[in-house]
């Protein structure tokens, strides 16, 4: 919720003599699930207003309505405290009286992935299912603006309405209008003119509910659809109780008068007598503040909340559950544990959750719920990494693809030997070592307690024999070590032998001889790993090595056949491919609050830094890495009697650039511990050419921008956009690890608030911030936003105070983004085999091409559901084959695939057999049969 400007100035409709307008008055509470107060303080409210609520609907058939808050968690929320009223709630929904569903939280769309968006709303309409099915309206109440792809995704989940208040362009100039994704899916949007309180509070008071009517109507009547166009009336607004005297006063009104013609009804009620036909209409992603802010800081608000969401995100959809797809027994994957993990990032993923602009508390609730989903996803990645392991045929070190598309990259692994390996970039070496210890059998069983029956000894040291002689002197026990695990170590049966020989010769003198081989912790490249399959590496020529060196004035350069990075002694900059500027780091004042970023009245702009020190930290050809070490001085804080930037601090700054053998992308992790208070950080890259639209990742799609916003008297319309993982412009690609906040700005600017060059139709620069540190939940007066946005409240995470890395990746000319984008996030996993197994050492098991995959996964029923979407402009065709391996079962390798096509409530759409079409910007959800 925000306090916003309404709109004025507004005239009124002559009304049709003796037709009444429609009010539809909806009951509601918007319940924020944590917000400025943490999740359990809102749920004990929870339960107080639910408790009224079942009470009042039970007893008083007049208050017709409730409207859940189009969301389901708060049911669960309220049933974990009361489920002794889950009966109660289902026969409410049963009867139609309140609606559930269809999402399960209100999620921010703009900072969780498409995936995110749709097992919130898969889960939403699960759990209202047990209480008389979802409500079949898109209700997005409170949003902080909405993706381009929310009309394609309700259609796709069988809605024809949607219901949205913030992001709504003056274009629309109506109280609804027909809202398109960019594949040309259309919904009915009810737009919430004024937010979805307009109704809130009505008092016991029919008079006056009348006169508030009769104002609403005053004021917007150019925005009602006709003369006699209905009025929706949200009653309700944030953590609100219901109004018990509700049904009586709308009685009365009704009684009263003879312009308006009252009822309670539900959302559905209400659409369902709207007009549909001849509204203004909209193309694409919702993202003005015209008439109610979009709270855009949210992107850049608290980056650690994003980068823990990014990480969850990516363990989620690009590791955990394609991997247990491929390489798991349809028995055995692991549906619950994939399940509680969902549940954690749809949770997170509610709109003041993920927007981080809320309680310190409860931003460290968010920080846990991702940690949690992460461990789950990691856990199940590496069963399936295990299962793989154990079906090879030979000894071997494979890389795993866990994506659809072939892919190469660098893994590290631990080898034995010593000395140089071809082909790979050895990063440090372990020198055999033999020792003798001389131990009493005490201190042996002390030894086997810890070691349990594990044949890991540390971090590439296994057991790989043990043999034990036994004379009158003593027992000698010779321990062989290897960095790999050998086959057939019985260290089970090994152990209990001991045990037993220690247990007759308590007093016995025991030789330990340990021998550990040497081993070299190495990076390696592995060429074209097929899609959901692997490749074992093997030794050979680096394809296309990577070199490093330190020239005689200072630079160093980092080179391989695709770039070349060149870093400057001057200021810590780089070239890449002879294009000047990169990583130049701007820090400002930021006297805004969680919501909105906002300059102090008096700013202090540092861009240069006062001490520079590079050094080589790799060399290749495998991985080249130089270190940019940068010494600013950066005010310490904001004065907020003066309203200026004030102290000072010396701050180092580490940029680790790195490039890679055979990549074009150039790695940068910036590094800093954050002391300074009130301000913000941004890395700017120049553009290869001049842009005047910017190209940005968000919800199954890539959507371009302009370079100014749409503001209004609530909101500076600042051009601070947000984008998923990467965004391009002018020849330039910035992928990032949870930095959603990107500028395209004139670098010639160092303040950088405006994007015109001159002529102000093109940018020179993008600028990704790296963290907005300030104080407030929400201030009072700001450059940029006049009223406040939520409660007045210090917070301290906010300022984002300690130790930092940021991580970002850039490449220059032509490159597929979504394939940039895994290789420089998304490394592969790699595993090392005993053979044993019937598996050859590369295969895929599955084959996927045409468009981009957003989900592999096994659903109820054990059948592999994939989704994916097609970026582009052009029709694009989906080509499914089984893998490159013979299996039994399996049918031949590269045979096409059957299956169907489903909607996100999993309903038949098609059949397809071996491929099938999928139009411009479209999505598609596909089930095979048999897999
Ligand atoms: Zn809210």
């Not at 690609?733 to 994007?755: K, N, P």
């Amino acid at each position: 919720m925000t306090l916003g400007a309404g709109d004025s100035g507004l005239g009124g409709t002559p009304r049709a003599p003796g037709k009444r307008r429609p009010v539809n008055v909806v009951p509601h509470t918007h319940w924020d699930r944590e917000w400025y107060s943490p999740f359990r303080t809102f749920q004990l409210r929870l339960v107080d207003l639910v408790d009224k609520l079942l009470e009042l609907m039970e007893t008083d058939a007049s208050y017709a309505r409730f409207l859940f808050d189009g969301q389901m968690a708060a049911v669960d929320d309220y049933l974990e405290v009361r489920p002794e009223n889950e009966g109660r709630l289902r026969r409410l929904g049963a009867s139609g009286r309140i609606a559930f569903g269809p999402w399960y939280v209100l999620m921010d769309e703009f900072l969780v992935s498409g995936e995110t968006i749709v097992r919130n709303l898969q889960l939403g309409m699960e759990r209202a299912a047990a209480f008389g099915g979802a409500m079949e309206v898109g209700y997005l109440p409170d949003m902080f603006g909405h993706v381009a792809q929310m009309p394609q995704i309700l259609r796709a989940a069988g809605f024809c309405d949607a219901v949205v208040w913030r992001g709504v362009p003056t274009a629309v100039d109506k109280t609804a209008f027909s809202w398109a994704a960019p594949d040309g899916s259309v919904v009915r949007a009810e737009y919430l003119l004024g937010g979805y309180s307009t109704g809130a509070s009505v008092g016991d008071d029919a008079k006056a509910f009348v006169r508030r009517l009769e104002a609403y109507e005053d004021e917007n009547g150019q925005f009602l659809l006709g003369p006699d166009g209905p009025i929706l009336f949200p009653n309700g607004t944030d953590h609100q109780e219901p109004q018990p005297w509700l049904g009586r006063v709308v009685a009365e009104a009704n009684a009263m008068q003879d312009r308006f013609e009252i009822a309670i009804s539900s959302l559905p009620e209400a659409l369902a007598g709207a007009p549909r036909a001849g509204l203004p209409e909209w193309k694409g992603e919702l993202r003005s503040g015209a008439r109610a802010n979009v709270l855009m800081g949210v992107a850049s608000n608290r980056t650690d909340v994003k980068q823990a969401a990014a990480l969850a995100e990516r363990t989620l959809e690009r590791l955990a559950e394609p991997l247990a797809a491929v390489f798991l027994a349809p028995e055995r994957y692991p549906s619950s544990a994939l399940s509680i993990a969902w549940r954690e990032l749809v949770r997170n993923s509610a709109h003041d959750s993920i927007c981080a602009c809320s309680h310190d508390e409860v931003d460290r609730a968010v920080l846990h719920r991702y940690a949690e989903a992460t461990r789950i996803g990691e856990g199940v990645a590496e069963r399936a990494l295990k299962a793989l392991a154990s079906s090879l045929s030979a000894p071997c070190h494979v890389a795993v693809n866990p994506l659809a598309r072939p892919r190469s990259g660098m893994v590290e692994l631990i080898i034995g030997g010593e000395g140089p390996v071809e082909g790979a970039q050895v990063l440090d070496e372990r020198v055999g070592l033999a020792a003798d210890l001389v131990l009493t059998a005490t201190e042996v069983r002390g030894v086997l307690a810890q070691i349990g029956e594990q044949d890991q000894m540390g971090d590439g040291a296994y057991v790989a024999g043990v043999d034990v002689e036994e004379d009158d002197a003593g027992i000698d026990i010779a321990v062989r070590v290897l960095p790999e695990r050998s086959p057939d170590v019985r260290i089970a049966e090994i152990r209990t032998d001991l045990l037993a020989r220690l247990a007759l010769r308590p007093d016995a003198r025991v030789k330990v001889h340990l021998d550990q081989a040497s081993s070299r912790r190495v990076l390696v490249r592995v060429e074209d790993v097929p899609g959901f399959g692997w490749k074992a590496w093997s030794t050979g020529p680096l394809r296309d090595p990577v070199s490093a060196a330190e020239e005689a004035d200072g630079r160093i350069v980092l080179a391989n056949s695709l770039v070349k990075v060149v870093l400057s002694p001057e200021d810590g900059t780089f070239a890449v491919n002879g294009l000047p500027g990169f990583n130049r780091l701007i820090d400002s004042g930021d006297f805004g609050d969680t919501y909105n970023y906002s300059p102090p009245e008096h700013d202090l702009v540092v861009d240069t830094p006062f001490a520079v020190s590079l050094s080589l930290a790799e060399v290749g050809p495998v991985r080249a890495v130089a270190i940019a070490e940068r010494t600013y001085r950066w005010p310490e804080r904001i004065d907020e009697g003066r309203r200026a930037r004030t102290g000072e601090r010396e701050v180092v700054v580490r940029s680790r650039v790195e490039l890679r053998a055979g990549e074009q992308l150039v790695r940068v992790a910036t590094s800093l511990d954050n002391t300074c208070r009130d301000h913000r950080l941004r890395a700017f890259f120049p553009l290869a050419e001049p842009a005047a639209h910017s190209s940005a990742e968000c919800a199954f799609d890539v959507v371009e921008r302009g370079l100014v916003a749409e503001g209004g008297p609530s909101e500076k319309p600042l051009a601070t956009y947000p984008s998923r993982r990467f965004v391009r412009a002018g020849g330039l690609s910035v992928f990032h690890d949870g930095l959603c906040e990107y500028e395209l700005v004139d670098l010639a600017e160092t303040a950088s608030r405006e994007a015109d060059s001159g002529d102000g139709t093109r940018a020179h620069g993008l600028a990704l911030t790296l963290l907005r540190a300030t104080g407030m939940l929400s201030r009072l007066t700001m450059v940029n936003r006049p009223l406040p946005a939520g409660p007045v409240e210090p917070l301290e995470g906010p300022q984002m105070q300690g130790p930092r890395t940021l991580r970002y990746a850039l490449s220059l000319g032509p490159g597929d983004d979504y394939a940039l984008a895994d290789d420089a996030f998304c490394d592969l996993p790699v595993v090392s085999s005993l053979g044993g197994g019937a598996r050859a050492l590369e295969a895929s098991l599955l084959s996927v091409r045409g468009a981009e995959l957003s989900a592999l996964r096994r659903v109820a029923g054990g059948s592999l559901e994939l989704r994916v979407f097609n970026p582009t402009p052009a029709t694009a065709r989906v080509e499914l084959r089984s893998g490159s391996e013979h299996a039994p079962g399996a049918g031949e390798p590269g045979a096409p695939l059957r299956g169907q096509l489903v909607d996100l409530r999993g309903r038949h759409v098609a059949s397809f057999e071996g491929s099938f079409e999928l139009g411009p910007h479209g999505i598609a959800t596909a089930r095979l049969v048999g897999r």
